[in-house]
């Protein structure tokens, strides 16, 4: 659902800033990082009247702290990304209905459950590299970063293994609607987002139905029958949540994994350094999620005339806080844009700035990410990369389509 574009009155000047934070092209062959730098420097609070939609840029890592944790003044139930309308699921949700949905689906999703799945997730990575047999040049995504999150989460909601890849195509369009490869109907068209979305509930909702007849030990299962204080999850809020699983737990940490690997190429220092080191891994994927900020933002709508740091934000206007750039807020972080793998302290924002809703699946993707590097440690340690990787068309995943490397 696209959104009617809002007009402002007196907007700041910001003279010879020609920075569009909304267009997807910057993020698949321009230098998003200096823009993020420059508009930290030069205007924090910077209102971006761009080719996808009006929003004040918010670049400092305070402001994104700030804005998270104030969801009365900033709310999220009018959409939270980028020419996207509300689209229904939890994130796009504020109090009441936010809290209660978000206890009932907590259920599925306890500290415990999620501790409870490391060997299993230590197995499916292993799989994934048992497949690549003998290959020696690869395509990174497709074989390895894509695989192994798309792969926990399917067999975590109870979906068979074999039809993981039907999800994953479903999702990438839905996520890659901006850019050629994944929306063959053409970039940012509408019709195969909503048809990929309308494919994921039909799949779930058989799914579901053969749940509640045979119930299992899995997501599904459990999502079905959890209840808060006798409410039930409705179909659509049940359907809309197996979807933002399958989106939010896949998308979001292969693009991760991947920028996390170009990283290690990088910086073969810092590369050298884990595999002698492994202990330093922990460290090592805080500074990946740091840098990579895979979910570049979240937006918000002010709930009243309101300001941040002296700039006037009026009613109904929306701010967009944009992670990777607070995430190389030189107040917070010493030598922001170096990757050292064994920073410490770094309290980054890649899973949000620490509001209500901050990511679920947070100790869930570190998980994998610590698993795949081991892995790849342990059974690669010289691999290399072969030819030059390609971005992702989207504002709102940092995304790498392909990165082809060398397995030794
Ligand atoms: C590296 C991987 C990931 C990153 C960078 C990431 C990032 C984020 C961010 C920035 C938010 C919004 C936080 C806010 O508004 O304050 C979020 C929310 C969310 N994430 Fe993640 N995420 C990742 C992995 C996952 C995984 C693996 C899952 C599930 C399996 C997941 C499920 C969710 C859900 C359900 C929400 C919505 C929570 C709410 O609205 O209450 N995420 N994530």
Not at 104 to 131: I, N, Q, S
Not at 204 to 222: G, I, Q, Y
Request: one cysteine or more.
């Amino acid at each position: 659902m696209s959104r009617t574009p809002i007009t402002r009155g007196a907007v700041p000047a910001h003279p010879g800033l020609q920075i569009d934070l909304s267009d997807p092209e910057l993020f698949a062959t321009g230098d998003p990082i200096a823009a993020f730098a420059r508009l930290r420097r030069e205007a924090p609070v910077y209102w971006n009247d761009g080719v996808q939609d009006q929003f004040w840029a918010l670049t400092r890592y305070e402001d994104v702290v700030y804005v998270s944790k104030h969801p009365a003044e900033f709310c999220s139930g009018q959409g939270t990304i980028i020419g996207i309308g509300p689209e229904g699921s939890m994130l796009s949700m504020d109090d009441p209905r936010h809290k209660k949905l978000r206890a009932l689906v907590e259920k599925g999703f306890t500290a415990r459950m999620v501790r409870d799945l490391e060997p299993h997730t230590r197995e499916v990575t292993g799989l994934v590299f048992d497949e690549i047999g003998d290959a020696d040049e690869i395509d990174f995504v497709d074989k390895i970063s894509a695989e192994i999150p798309l792969r926990v989460i399917v067999e975590m909601l109870g979906a068979p293994r074999e039809d993981a890849r039907y999800l994953k195509d479903l999702g990438d369009v839905m996520v890659g609607h901006d850019d050629d490869s994944y929306n063959p109907t053409s970039a940012n068209a509408d019709a195969a987002p909503a048809q990929a979305q309308m494919d994921m509930f039909e799949y779930f909702k058989s799914l579901a139905e053969d749940r509640m007849k045979h119930p299992r030990d899995d997501l599904v299962s459990v999502l079905l029958n959890a209840d808060l204080d006798g409410e039930k999850f409705e179909e659509l809020d049940f359907l809309i949540f197996c979807m933002l699983l399958v989106i939010a737990g896949n998308e979001t940490t292969r693009n991760l994994m991947t920028g996390g690997m170009l990283l290690l190429f990088e910086n073969p220092d810092e590369f050298g350094r884990i595999k002698d080191d492994p202990a330093l891994l922990p460290t090592c994927v805080e500074e990946m999620l740091r840098m990579v900020s895979s979910v570049m933002h979240f937006e918000r709508v002010a709930t009243r005339d309101t300001e941040i740091h002296g700039q006037a934000i009026a009613e109904g206007e929306r701010v967009c806080m944009w992670y990777g750039a607070a995430n190389r807020d030189p107040d917070v972080f010493i030598d922001p844009d170096r990757f050292d793998a064994g920073r410490k302290p770094n309290p980054h924002l890649a899973f949000g700035g620490g509001g209500p809703h901050f990511c679920l699946g947070a100790s869930l993707a570190r998980q994998e990410i610590r698993a795949l590097f081991d892995e790849l440690i342990r059974r690669y340690p010289g691999v290399e990369q072969t030819g030059p990787h390609e971005r992702l068309r989207s504002n709102f995943i940092r995304g790498v389509k392909t990165l082809p490397v060398k397995l030794r």
